[in-house]
């Protein structure tokens, strides 16, 4: 089945600093990649995705990059703010399987 | 974008007890239905998938008549927890939808 990694475990950045999360997944069939933002106590929220016939996708202050060959995608975030300090994850899908998640990045975006 | 709803969002029993959660997809049907624990600073660790009219299908090391699955209808889904422990206490989810996870607002269960 499917495994996700996810680097690094937790990432401290100064207020305006970019962000970069990396995932690796070992399954070839995995086609859809999602993102999600956990704050303490709620549900995740998904902030960005990307298919597996895109390479870069941009929304606003983020970005998720996506190498097929490699079989890594990763989440890059601009002008950081301390509103983007939580716990992201990452995750892989066969389009209609369950959802594999990586073990997250805690985030902290220091004032 | 659709909307999944999960109660209660937080629950106390006391240990031997059972506690049921409830999760509901209220603005599109779901013939499946994940749910996933996740413990103090963890990731979601899939418990078992929901399968409408069928069967759930547990992941590997979960006890199947301790975490029982009912997916009566197209929209509900429960996940009851049977003679619960403290070690069963812990954040738990259900997400639904294939080309998107929705998930539900999650249940805090606390055995005492």
């Known amino acids: 089945g499917e495994n996700v990694e996810q680097h690094p475990s937790t990432l401290s950045v100064q207020e305006g600093d970019s962000a970069v999360i990396k995932c690796t997944y070992s399954?070839?069939?995995?086609?859809?990649f999602p993102w999600y933002k956990q704050e303490l106590g709620k549900r995740p929220q998904l902030i960005i995705d990307?298919?597996?016939?895109?390479g870069e996708k941009k929304d606003q202050r983020i970005a998720v990059t996506l190498n097929k060959t490699a079989k890594h995608f990763s989440l890059h975030i601009t002008e950081t703010q301390p509103e983007d300090s939580a716990v992201y994850f990452c995750?892989?899908?066969?389009?209609?399987?369950?959802?594999?998640f990586g073990p997250g990045t805690r985030l902290s975006v220091l004032p | 974008g659709a909307v999944v709803s999960q109660h209660p969002s937080w629950v106390i029993c006391k240990s031997g007890t059972s506690v049921k959660i409830e999760c509901r997809s209220l603005?599109?049907?779901?013939?499946?239905m994940f749910w996933y624990r996740q413990f103090p600073k963890q990731s979601l660790m899939l418990m078992a998938t929901s399968n409408e009219g069928s069967k759930a299908t547990y992941e590997q090391g979960v006890e199947k008549d301790k975490f029982l699955i009912n997916h009566a209808s197209l929209t509900l889904s429960t996940l009851t927890v049977t003679s619960a422990h403290p070690e069963d206490s812990s954040f738990y989810i259900c997400?639904?939808?294939?080309?998107?996870?929705?998930f539900g607002q999650g249940t805090r269960l606390t055995v005492v």
């Open positions: 997400s639904a939808g294939q080309s998107e996870a929705f």
């Open positions: 399954d070839s069939a995995s086609n859809y």
């Open positions: 995750a892989a899908t066969n389009y209609g399987q369950n959802f594999v």
């Open positions: 603005d599109f049907q779901a013939t499946t």
């Open positions: 990307i298919r597996s016939n895109v």
